[in-house]
């Protein structure tokens, strides 16, 4: 497919060798990390001393292992301790996060390895680990030196654990779907034309480089006329979910007639290679190709952001995430993709979402409660059904609104339904976390004839405010019962002296 459409789719204590049982991700690969001189002028305070040193080390991110080998000499005596410390930048200081003495020794070289926690393989990654070692004569260590880590590749990661996926044709995850009817629309001006973008999950399947693979159609048109259709297609890697892309196969159209299949690819294929399309937890940083099909299709991408606010025509979408994609083949090219939780694309560089559709299976579960409010002093329930936790429910009369907080698994799919009509009139405006949101629907209840609003919203810890136009009843139950008791004694009497005229 063209470049700008590539990325189509679519959330205590901690001791060294104990990890968690969490879904390896499938991207998870070796960083080389070094220590190019260790010394006494980064020690805090620094140290006089001829002591030198340096170390080469690996990070496996899938295992999360490291392994070293530290050299040094010169030192004042001989070393009494050695660790990795951290998390902290050159010039500060922080604690013993491996203790290498424990399992290297003490001589030089020392060589060994150990299983990082996740907060220290964050440490690591971050630059906020060093390397102390101490002796008897400077006890808060003689030499010191920051580690540093990168990745092959020029930082984008081309190759990728498979063995470690059961890959299925069929599933999602928190940005893309691989079930059949789900469908995207975008558009948008480009040069004064318009163009859509239609991306249809098909009820089909293809068998490439081994792997069953899911079928999704591209369909792009230009101010009405067809200038693409590919189909591309795609697995996801079960534990993890992450989606990988396996190829692509290319129509481009003039005037109706196939005149070029530019950028078809299939893993397997000469050099071609399977790419990961979209991670299903995405970290901020993380560079990856999504196509490696060296000289047709290397189109990669960089995670830039994860809780963006992108307003298109169908919604405004909130926890957004942002990915920059280039390719060596264009290198001048940059454009950007927008994924919202639960959605998929809604934003590919100048196109907006204006509408989707989600598999017809894909129901979100809503719990029922009733949530109190205080009009004019008395006490109404509402009736709410919603997927989420939902906390500090309030109305005020005053600015005419309701106001509560969302919650719930992090970038999934939310939906509230509120019998908002018992207290409020509308038309309604709703904001989530200040944003005007246009994701509402308003019905009415089939047996009451009350106004039904429905919210929905991805998933994290969200202030929704509904704003209404008049607040009813307008005065409390037991006012209403005194002046309908008062106004009825009033027509009794006014009827009883019209009939007693009568009777005169």
């Known amino acids: 497919m063209q470049f700008r459409t590539l990325s189509i789719l679519v959330g205590s204590v901690f001791l060294a060798g104990i990890i968690p049982n969490i879904a390896i991700p499938a991207y998870a690969a070796d960083y080389t990390c070094s220590v190019t001189s260790l010394d006494g002028s980064q020690e805090v305070p620094s140290v006089g001393t001829d002591g030198t040193g340096s170390a080469t080390m690996t990070f496996n991110s899938s295992s999360n292992e490291l392994a070293w080998s530290i050299s ?34 003490l001589n030089s070289p020392m060589n060994g390895s150990a299983i990082l926690t996740a907060e220290q393989a964050t440490a690591l990654l971050d630059g906020m680990m060093y390397i102390n070692i101490h002796t008897a004569a400077n006890e808060g260590g003689e030499i010191r030196g920051q580690v540093s880590c990168e990745q092959p590749g020029g930082g984008f990661q081309d190759t990728f654990d498979l063995e470690a996926c059961d890959f299925s044709s069929i599933g999602s995850n928190n940005y893309f779907f691989l079930e059949p009817g789900f469908q995207l629309v975008l558009e948008g001006q480009d040069e004064g034309a318009t163009i859509r973008l239609v991306l249809t999950v098909l009820d089909e399947t293809k068998m490439v480089n081994g792997v069953e693979t899911r079928v999704m159609e591209e369909r792009e048109t230009e101010d009405g006329e067809l200038i693409e259709i590919s189909k591309n297609y795609f697995a996801i890697c079960e534990p993890a979910n992450d989606i990988f892309y396996f190829g692509e196969d290319v129509d481009f159209y003039e005037e109706g007639e196939i005149v070029s299949h530019n950028g078809s690819w299939l893993a397997g294929e000469g050099d071609a290679r399977p790419g990961i399309i979209i991670p299903n937890d995405p970290e901020v940083g993380f560079k990856y190709y999504q196509e490696i099909a060296p000289g047709v299709a290397e189109d990669r991408a960089e995670i830039i952001s994860l809780d963006e606010v992108v307003l298109t025509p169908a919604g405004t979408f909130t ?38 559709t989600l598999p017809e299976d894909d129901e979100i579960e809503l719990t029922p409660s009733v949530q109190p409010v205080t009009v004019a002093g008395e006490t109404i329930t509402l009736d709410l059904n919603s997927s989420s936790t939902i906390s500090e429910f309030a ?21 509230t339904e509120i019998s908002i009509g018992r207290v ?34 991805t998933h994290s810890a969200h202030d929704v405010v509904i704003t209404g136009t008049n607040v009813v009843p307008e005065f409390p139950l037991s006012v209403i019962v005194v002046v309908a008791a008062v106004l009825g004694a009033v027509i009794f009497v006014g009827r009883s002296r019209l009939a007693g005229s009568f009777i005169r």
């Open 319 to 356: 926890d957004v995430l942002k990915v920059e994609e280039t390719t060596p083949l264009e290198p001048d090219a940059i454009e950007f993709k927008y994924h919202a939780p639960g959605i998929g694309l809604i934003q590919d560089a100048e196109l907006k979402l204006i509408n989707y």
């Open 395 to 415: 109305l005020d009369e005053d600015s005419k609104s309701i106001t509560f907080t969302v919650d719930g698994e992090n970038r999934t799919a939310g939906l």
């Open 72 to 105: 040094f000499s010169g030192l004042s005596g001989p070393a009494t301790m050695a660790h990795f410390h951290g998390p902290a930048l050159g010039g500060s200081n922080a604690g013993v996060l491996v203790n290498i003495g424990e399992i290297s020794g």
């Open 424 to 457: 409020l009139e509308g038309p309604y405006a709703v904001t989530i976390d200040g944003q005007v949101t246009d994701d509402v629907e308003v019905t009415q209840a089939a047996a009451t004839g009350e106004s039904i609003i429905r919210i929905s919203y």
